[in-house]
């Protein structure tokens, strides 16, 4: 978090709460178009985010861009020319938006980003690992734990997922001694 002030009459202070949600890939021989590489984005969420951002020497920037093309696989987005040089500059394309401005989820949904780092661990209380990373297609969801030195794939879902505690940073697992030997 950090905290910026606003541009309002009386100068009060807004804490902004940034949530890393993609990257920016530039498409090949284009100056100003980009591939946006996020689990958190489709073609509806985009266009409802009121604010999106890049991270520039670590201060977040706000991204002017127009939604070229989406699909279940690629989101293209055009950024002004205004903005070209300073993404140059950037180390990393990296892509944040402030938590209100997520899509609400129903109850039993989580953002990709709220299983990173969470322990995966058995009906026995046992802890194999940490959830390093969560793919997600069209058709499922798979999250990967790293355990000693390696890693191993989980289906997420009901007939692996017993229970999820984001506060806690934990989600029980079905059969995850067999899983993590796999």
Do not use: H, W
Request: with cysteine; charged share 25%; proline share 2%.
């Amino acid at each position: 978090q950090r905290q910026k002030k606003s541009s309002s009459r009386n100068n009060r202070i807004v804490k902004m709460s940034f949530l890393f949600v993609g990257t920016l890939k530039r498409v090949v021989n284009s100056k100003n178009v980009f591939r946006l590489l996020s689990s958190f984005f489709n073609y509806l969420n985009i266009n409802q985010m009121k604010n999106i951002y890049f991270e520039c020497y670590g201060e977040k920037i706000p991204l002017n861009f127009e939604l070229l093309e989406s699909s279940d696989k690629t989101i293209l987005i055009q950024i002004s020319d205004s903005q070209i040089l300073e993404l140059e500059t950037s180390e990393k394309f990296k892509i944040y938006t402030e938590q209100k401005y997520l899509p609400k989820l129903d109850k039993n949904e989580y953002l990709n980003n709220d299983l990173l780092n969470c322990q995966a661990i058995s009906q026995e209380g046992e802890s194999f690992g940490k959830v390093s990373r969560v793919l997600s297609s069209n058709n499922s969801t798979l999250i990967e734990i790293l355990y000693n030195e390696k890693s191993y794939i989980v289906p997420f879902n009901d007939s692996f997922i017993i229970k999820i505690d984001i506060s806690g940073k934990s989600i029980i697992i079905k059969n995850l001694a067999e899983l993590s030997n796999l």
